[in-house]
């Protein structure tokens, strides 16, 4: 089944404690990303990749690190996470490409609280 | 980057027709999105258009003016179900990235 997961999809910690979300597709897609999404704000891109060893910043990538070593994985690091990190964050994936095939697929979610 | 704006909330009868509304300003359009997004669940896709027109699928049909920065998402026959936000997303090639930017989100809420 083509899909993209998340793990964990729900995490409490505390503030500094460094974590990692790790985020899988199997769909041989070269664009993957990161959001978060808050009340009032919808979703907002935090990193994003095009390819192995390639990626960028989005919209709000302050406090936020990704890599991306292979195709299939592009795992969110938060190294000293703050509770203004609380958030629900999706990662979402899809090739390279203008036509309607390059939608994107998003992953289920994980909800992070920060405390 | 792209400015994307949506209404925030509306509301519509079980039955009824409801047109969300978007409207994007960006210097290197390359297509629009809509999705739709349950509460607490993940954007599943519904509609794109590059081309100005309509396009149709089933209950759903989505519109897009290129020259006014304009697209609607027409939900015919409302059922329950379709509560829910609904996302406006823009794609843009002129900085390399062809990875869309999402508005803030519609929330549908379909009464009895």
């Known amino acids: 089944e083509a899909q993209v997961t998340q793990n964990p999809r729900y995490l409490i910690t505390v503030t500094g404690k460094k974590l990692t979300v790790t985020c899988s597709q199997n769909m041989n897609h070269e664009y993957m990303s990161w959001y978060r999404q808050d009340p009032g704000l919808g979703l907002r891109q935090i990193y994003y990749s095009m390819n192995v060893e390639v990626t960028d910043k989005g919209d709000v990538p302050e406090g936020y690190k990704v890599s991306r070593k292979e195709k299939r994985n592009f795992p969110l690091i938060l190294e000293s996470p703050s509770p203004n990190q609380t958030s629900l964050y999706f990662c979402?994936?899809?090739?390279?490409?203008?036509?309607?095939?390059?939608?994107?697929?998003f992953g289920p979610g994980t909800r992070l609280t920060v405390l | 980057g792209q400015n994307i704006d949506q209404p925030t909330e509306m509301t519509a009868t079980e039955g009824a027709i409801v047109q969300i509304n978007c409207t994007y300003q960006t210097s290197g359009f390359n297509g629009l999105f809509w999705y739709q997004q349950h509460a607490g669940e993940a954007p599943t896709f519904l509609s794109y258009?590059?081309?100005?027109g309509l396009e149709e699928k089933g209950r759903f049909s989505s519109f897009l003016s290129r020259s006014k920065g304009y697209s609607y998402l027409l939900l015919k026959e409302l059922q329950m179900k379709d509560s829910a936000s609904y996302l406006c997303a823009v794609r843009d090639g002129a900085g390399g990235s062809y990875i869309p930017t999402f508005g803030r989100g519609t929330s549908l809420i379909v009464h009895p």
């Open positions: 979402a994936s899809s090739s390279p490409g203008t036509s309607v095939n390059n939608e994107q697929f």
């Open positions: 258009n590059v081309l100005d």
